[in-house]
């Protein structure tokens, strides 16, 4: 056997023992014999063969070693033990577009603010509550408001022009989100971190 043929020979046993490595769980012991055969092919050509066919061996091995990592990588989340490793994707989409998608619906609606909005706080759009940021300045509670638009989570509202809104279920007692800032002791022109 021409040693250029025990060469090549131990390149691709060192190739296949890399791509392997990813997929049965050795420890590393493929993974430390794939460097053993790679060694020696390169340094078996430089040997045998001399120089220049050497150098070729070495320029594959570092040309090569990558792709095969790469294309193993690319295959492994598709084998029987990458599927139980890796997590699979959502089955009904992402939980944020899912949520984004239904949001859309908003935009038109009219409700009323539940807290004061600066510029985010909570409003009631048909019995339904939802975080938005008001548009133009801030928003009294129990003022109407109107969803003019919706970027992916974000829902944006501006004060209605006319008061065709329903009107919010009553204040809940023991809600403190429900309360003017003054009866629970907070004075709302006091800086708190001074």
């Known amino acids: 056997m021409p040693p250029i043929v025990l060469a090549l020979l131990l390149l691709i046993i060192g190739l296949t023992l890399i791509f392997l ?5 050795s420890a590393g012991v493929l993974g430390f014999l794939a460097v053993v055969a790679l060694i020696g092919s390169v340094a078996y050509a430089y040997m045998k063969e001399g120089m220049a066919v050497g150098t070729i061996f070495l320029a ?6 990558p792709i095969a990592i790469g294309i193993a990588f690319r295959i492994w989340p598709h084998t029987p033990m990458g599927k139980r490793i ?16 239904s949001l859309i619906g908003l935009v038109g609606k009219r409700g009323i603010s539940t807290s004061l ?13 939802y975080d938005v940021l008001a548009l133009g300045g801030a928003i009294d509670r129990g003022t109407a408001i ?3 638009e ?15 809104v329903p009107q919010a279920k009553p ?3 023991d809600d403190p989100y429900s309360k003017p800032l003054e009866s629970l002791g907070i004075d709302p022109s006091e800086d708190p971190f001074a």
């Open 60 to 65: 594959a091995v570092v040309v090569l070693v």
């Open 117 to 129: 909005l600066l510029p985010s706080g909570v409003v009631e759009i048909e019995g339904e509550t």
């Open 171 to 173: 204040a809940d007692e």
């Open 150 to 164: 919706v970027e992916g989570t974000r829902v944006f509202v501006v004060e209605a022009r006319d008061e065709e």
């Open 146 to 148: 109107e969803v003019v």
């Open 21 to 25: 490595e990813l997929f049965i769980p």
């Open 86 to 101: 890796l997590l699979g994707a959502p089955d009904r989409g992402d939980p944020d577009e899912i949520e984004a998608s």
